[in-house]
């Protein structure tokens, strides 16, 4: 089987990856040269870890495991807590550069500096910046957030948020001290960030917000940071395939993002792994229940951020804040979803009430 795919951000290079170990070699275009940087908090939950690890990825030497979670509303609410639940921080240009190493260490065929520019879905091939044509028998593509081949194949347009950041070098000395950091926005779906990395600090924003609107917003709760730089992330939307023979999205392009915290790396990657098997097992159930996990978090995010909830929301966590920071770790930061979950949410609610 001819498998095309395009972009080598972690979704790309996941179904790559998967689709070695299928005994499949594919070809990889990538716009850019590796190592490249990309715009990214660089947070990684346990979800993105357990993907990994079946993938025989280990990324440890790269990350940072701040030991302190916060998470505020910008104003009286503030939960602080242990980060317990092994959260990392990377950064992508370093990430991103040692998963395309795996995969070319692995077999698989890279194409850097090569732009795919058009696409005929009829004869089966693509184009490059330079005219080239590469036939396909399936065409995979990960072009990221706003890519060019998902508005020319005219698939439904994703809705994508604006976010700003900014990074800094290593703003807290000491690592002990060091802290990820949440600010949710009460009056908008979307949040400011401030994670503390082992040698800079990356402060952001994302929401459904226009630049001035975000800017603002990033200057009332950072202060005046200098140059920001912008870059977009679906948010709020449910996944979706292509509904063209023989093209399939993965990660950010596909909208393969938890709309919540707005983490695209785990999802991204675990996008591929469900891809493969639908492509070599014409099995989609791995792509159902991803989907179904990222439609539980769009509807936490309704609920955490619709208009007349918002506020009664933040009190509530400010009064049962045991509860809240159980919450926030099992449910937001694990980022993984099951019923197995919400059997363990019911059972701790109840222990909780019972035990007031
Ligand atoms: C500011 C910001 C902060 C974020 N912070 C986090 C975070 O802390 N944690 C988290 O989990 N997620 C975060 N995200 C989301 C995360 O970055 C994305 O979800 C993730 O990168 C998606 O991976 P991907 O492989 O689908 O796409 P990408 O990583 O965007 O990779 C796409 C690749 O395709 C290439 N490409 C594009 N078009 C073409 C083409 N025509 N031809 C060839 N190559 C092409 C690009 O150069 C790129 O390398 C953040 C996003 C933003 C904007």
């Known amino acids: 089987m001819n498998v095309l795919i395009v972009g080598g951000g972690p979704s790309g290079v996941s179904a790559g990856l998967w689709l070695l170990k299928k005994g499949i070699k594919p070809i990889l275009f990538e716009k850019r040269t590796f190592p490249r940087d990309k715009l990214c908090g660089g947070l990684i939950t346990p979800k993105g870890r357990e993907e990994l690890s079946l993938l025989n990825i280990s990324y440890n030497h790269i990350a940072f495991e701040p030991p302190y979670i916060n998470i505020s509303d910008g104003a009286d609410l503030n939960l602080r807590f242990k980060n317990d639940i092994g959260i990392q921080l990377i950064k992508r240009e370093q990430f991103d550069d040692l998963l395309i190493d795996e995969y070319v260490k692995r077999g698989g065929i890279l194409k850097e500096n090569q732009e795919i520019t058009d696409i005929n879905t009829e004869k089966k091939y693509i184009i ?5 044509e590469y036939f396909y028998d399936v065409l995979v593509i990960g072009e990221g957030a706003g890519g060019r081949l998902r508005k020319r194949l005219n698939q439904t347009k994703l809705q994508n948020a604006l976010c700003l950041e900014h990074k800094k070098k290593d703003e807290f000395s000491c690592d002990d001290e060091k802290s990820i950091n949440v600010y949710f926005l009460d009056d908008k779906p979307g949040y400011a960030w401030r994670f503390e990395n082992r040698d800079e600090t990356v402060t952001g924003i994302g929401s459904l917000l226009d630049y001035t609107d975000l800017k603002n917003k990033f200057n009332n709760i950072f202060g005046e940071a200098g140059k920001l730089k912008g870059a977009f992330v679906p948010y709020g939307i449910q996944p979706s395939q292509s509904n063209i023979q023989d093209v399939y999205f993965v990660g950010d392009a596909g909208g393969y993002v938890n709309s919540l915290l ?12 469900a ?9 989609n159930s791995l792509d159902c229940v991803l989907r179904k996990n990222l439609r539980f978090y769009l509807s936490l995010r309704n609920l955490f951020f619709s208009k007349s909830l918002s506020k009664l929301n933040i009190n509530l966590l400010k009064k049962y804040e045991e509860f809240a920071i159980f919450i926030c770790k099992e449910f937001i930061l694990r980022s993984d979803f099951s019923v197995y979950g919400y059997k363990k949410l019911l059972q701790h609610f109840w222990r909780y009430k019972i035990g007031r």
């Open 275 to 283: 891809l493969v098997d639908i492509i070599v097992n014409k099995d």
């Open 262 to 273: 707005g983490e695209g790396i785990s999802y991204g990657i675990a996008s591929g792994r």
């Open 128 to 132: 490059n910046a330079q005219g080239q």
